[in-house]
């Protein structure tokens, strides 16, 4: 499968996923660093999302999902959680984006 890049040299996702649907790909796991999250998020190309915590403090942290460019609450992307559950020492969370 070829997937062509947009205009700031990033895959185009809108046409990645048009293209796994042609497929009969309905369900995608997008599992990566926090510019392959971000670029999703921002693109607005998720319905659900897992959060995984560990019990550990690194100081300056790992950052999970980069600049949205929301500064405002009102302007948040609404997540609904679904189900929280323990995995080992771990917080695992299921939440799916709202409605609003």
């Known amino acids: 499968m070829v997937v062509e890049r947009n205009a700031t040299g990033s895959l185009d996702l809108k046409m990645l996923l ?7 790909i309905s369900s995608l796991l997008v599992e990566g660093g926090a510019g392959v999250i971000t670029s999703f998020v921002r693109a607005g190309l998720f319905d659900r999302m897992i959060v995984i915590t560990a019990p550990r403090i690194l100081g300056r942290g790992i950052e999970a999902v980069g600049d949205l460019g929301i500064s405002r609450m009102d ?4 997540l609904r959680c679904e189900r929280v559950f ?5 917080v695992v969370m299921y939440m799916r984006k709202g409605l609003a």
């Open 18 to 24: 048009a293209q796994l649907g042609k497929r009969q």
């Open 75 to 78: 302007d948040s992307i609404d």
């Open 86 to 90: 323990r995995k080992g020492d771990d």
